[in-house]
Nanobody
Framework: QVQLVESGGGLVQVGGSLRLSCAAS????????MGWFRQAPGKQREFVSR????????DYADSVKGRFTISRDNAKNTVYLQMNSLKPEDTAVYYC??????????????WGQGTQVTVSS
């Protein structure tokens, strides 16, 4: 079992930046692919980004490519999502997930409770 806790969400203006953090419990953090997903009201949960265990491989949804950066610090059991040039369509609850990898939510076994990101226009 892995406990995940997201933080760093909030209200930001268009063009602003936020950095989300996801703190994980357990001693196997470095083995997990970590993913970020988001869900806006009335929409399905969508893939945002992922990073492999060592941090050497990353992947992004086209909608955030060039604006968001995922990273991890295995010594701190933490994964980050740096979000720049935020747009109103980025407004959503952002979820951290741990699993075996992939861009589908089905590959992830553990999920955080989510953190709200609101981008005002």
């Amino acid at each position: 079992q892995v406990q995940l806790v997201e933080s760093g969400g909030g209200l930001v203006q268009v063009g602003g930046s936020l950095r989300l953090s996801c703190a994980a419990s357990g001693d196997t953090f470095r083995y997990y692919v970590m993913g970020w997903f988001r869900q806006a009201p009335g929409k399905q949960r969508e893939f945002v980004s992922r990073i492999n265990g060592s941090g050497g491989s990353t992947d992004y949804a086209d909608s955030v490519k060039g604006r968001f950066t995922i990273s991890r610090d295995n010594a701190k059991n933490t994964v980050y999502l740096q979000m720049n040039s935020l747009k109103p369509e980025d407004t959503a609850v952002y979820y951290c997930a741990a699993g075996l990898g992939g861009q589908s939510a089905s590959y992830y076994d553990y999920w955080g409770q989510g953190t709200q990101v609101t981008v005002s226009s």
